[in-house]
């Protein structure tokens, strides 16, 4: 099957234009093919079935990635789903028999649940409601037949939970968040699938953790907290009478704590770090115990808390020397298991481990076309921000570099509040390829550094926050490792508006720049938030700035009222779907930077959303950006 290389029809999007592109596309002329980075794996994803009988996976099926299956006894091979429109994201067994796969309509995040039998059979859509975004709250690993999820079908604002009966398709409504002003923003079920456990949104910028005995009685109040504080419930202790959260409340940097309903009262600390946040908590559930926590500093973490648990794992990391090794999926015995690896240069392989007789074997390479070998290494660095911070960030130079005097894109992440991480990353590999340098950094408000990182980050966009990111960039021209003459900025939804300031308030510091659905406006990017955010407006308002009372800083800070200070050239690329970041942000930089007699190369895909998932929209981008990055940085 053949897709149109380009969805961005003229009619359309009449501030695109493809021939334009097309031109950035013939420029990338060296390196390997950025297909090769960019193209679907030939397998991927794989899941083993409750009854440890049969292998999933997803794999391409014309060219879209679709779901398959194996009969494990025989080997025999079963492609289950036929999906030509879009890659299917995500999926799980929902019991021995059936599958549940989530897809979305061109990139709108509107996602149904759908479920299709073992056998390929039975397929159908289990949320069939237009304009309704649908999310798994709880797969109920070990109940059969049924799942929970969260629709906002009642009121496109509010999520609310309801039990899917798997054969019937029948809902039934669990819980009522019918209350815009205090809306329930989480729910959590207890080991037998019953919906115990709320977080709510209080007055816009507290959160109350809500506690019922049963599904029959009203929520109550647990604790309210100012939402800075994070409270977060992961499960119940396994007598479904406690709480184990991972909680800030009297110190900086979040923990796993066990919480008293009863007392209301935290009663034990499970693990903790001075240094980074903790909120990931492992267990058993065949053995109803806690294995470990893992956590992030400059890669992933391990802390084990069972001996059954350390034995597999530490098997596999002899099996497996150099990589990093994750158990992805189980049978309900736990006896089977499949692993995954990966490392800084590879995306690694998948495996099927039996952990009875410690056999191992390989099931797929994700990325077979790309030699580990011939991959640039992540190093972890650290810098100091102009006002004392410690800043932690990443830096990747080209193989067989000297590591000095180099071009370097810089590549802030989206978010603002998430994080970089160490691990493959096939933008910062294929850049890397073309022989430049790629510099990330978790400026201030990235998580996982503690509550007082991350809230210095507020009301702070294009000013401490950028500064973190010019501060990381004079910090390598002083290392020697990166060419002042040649450094370009890239960067994704937030890292697309610190694209956008970089050139906007540093405008001597960069060479070129590509915003890829990015930010321009701070007042136009609040009113447009999807209606699943508002209940959490006045949030944003003090993350991000409030359009009435912090006018003069969001005016200052929007790179779209300052296009007259912007030397170089940029590149913008918009999903029109988006509805995080709507295409009227991309649209306003391009028309004020035209105005001001600047050509801006635009690409839009009319099919995609917050990021291109379609693998021809990838390559068109990706070539581009190659090809741009080469005309303006060679």
Not at 587 to 608: M, S, T, W
């Amino acid at each position: 099957m053949s897709h149109n290389p380009s969805a961005s029809i003229k009619s359309q999007f009449p501030l695109a234009d493809d021939a334009e592109i097309q031109a950035l596309v013939d420029l990338d002329l060296g390196g390997k093919p950025v297909e090769d980075f960019f193209q679907n794996p030939a397998r991927n994803d794989y899941k083993i079935s409750p009854d440890g009988k049969y292998l999933s996976w997803l794999a391409p099926y014309q060219e879209r990635m679709n779901l398959f299956v194996r009969f494990i006894e025989t080997g025999e091979d079963q492609r289950l789903t036929s999906r030509t429109d879009r890659d299917i994201p995500g999926y799980f067994w929902a019991d021995a028999e059936r599958l549940i796969y989530v897809q979305d309509n061109g990139g709108d995040e509107n996602y149904h649940v759908y479920t299709i039998k073992r056998d390929g059979s039975g397929e159908r859509d289990l949320t069939p409601f237009d304009g309704v975004k649908a999310e798994i709250i709880d797969d109920l690993k070990d109940i059969d037949g049924q799942i929970i999820v969260g629709l906002n079908k009642n009121n496109e604002a509010l999520f609310e939970p309801y039990r899917l009966y798997l054969d019937s398709g029948e809902l039934v409504q669990l819980a009522e968040n019918t209350d815009m002003a205090n809306p329930i923003s989480g729910w959590l079920t207890d080991h037998k699938g019953r919906i115990r456990v709320a977080t709510r949104m209080k007055d816009g910028v507290n959160q109350s953790l809500l506690y019922r005995e049963t599904e029959n009685d009203a929520f109550e109040v647990l604790q309210t907290v100012d939402f800075k504080d994070g409270l977060s419930p992961l499960f119940f202790t396994f007598d479904d009478k406690q709480l184990y959260l991972s909680s800030n409340l009297g110190r900086n940097t979040s923990a796993i704590v066990r919480y008293n309903p009863a007392t209301k009262q935290e009663e034990e600390v499970i693990f903790s770090n001075d240094e980074y946040d903790v909120s990931n908590l492992h267990f058993s559930h065949k053995r109803k115990v806690l294995t470990g926590v893992t956590y992030t500093s400059w890669k992933r973490q391990i802390v084990f808390m069972d001996a059954e648990a350390e034995r597999i794992y530490k098997h596999l990391f002899d099996l497996l020397p150099g990589y990093e090794v994750v158990l992805t999926s189980h049978d309900r015995a736990e006896e089977l298991f499949v692993v995954r690896t990966y490392s800084d240069r590879s995306l690694g392989s998948y495996y099927f481990y039996n952990a009875v007789t410690g056999k191992l074997d390989k099931l797929a390479e994700v990325s077979p076309k790309l030699n580990e070998a011939e991959m640039a290494e992540m190093k972890p660095v650290t810098y100091t921000s102009r006002d004392g911070l410690t800043i932690h960030g990443y830096l990747t130079i080209p193989q067989g570099s000297v590591g000095k005097n180099l071009p370097v894109v810089v590549n802030p992440h989206g978010g603002p509040w998430h994080r970089d991480g160490w691990g493959f990353n096939p933008e910062v590999q294929l850049l890397a390829n073309r022989g430049y340098a790629v510099f990330q950094m978790n400026f201030r408000g990235s998580t996982g550094y503690g509550r007082a990182f991350w809230q210095s980050s507020f009301k702070q966009w294009g000013q401490t926050m950028q500064n973190d990111i010019t501060d990381g960039v004079n910090w390598l021209i002083g290392q020697g490792i990166a060419d002042p003459a040649r450094i370009a900025i890239y960067g994704g939804s937030y890292g697309g508006y610190a694209t956008l300031a970089g050139v906007t308030y540093t405008p001597d510091l960069y060479r070129c720049a590509i915003d890829y659905v990015g930010v321009s406006n701070l007042f136009s990017f609040l009113e447009t938030i999807p209606p699943y955010w508002k209940p959490y407006l006045d949030m944003m308002y003090e993350m991000v700035g409030h359009p009435e009372r912090d006018k003069a800083m969001m005016h200052a800070s929007s790179p779209v009222f300052h296009v007259d200070k912007i030397k170089a050239p940029l590149f913008i690329v918009q999903g029109a779907k988006d509805p995080r970041v709507n295409i009227d942000e991309s649209d306003q930089i391009v028309k004020a930077l035209r105005a001001h007699g600047v050509q801006v190369p635009y690409l839009v895909k009319a099919n995609e959303g917050h990021g291109f998932r379609n693998q021809e929209n990838k390559f068109e981008f990706y070539k581009a950006m190659c090809g741009f990055l080469r005309k303006h940085l060679s």
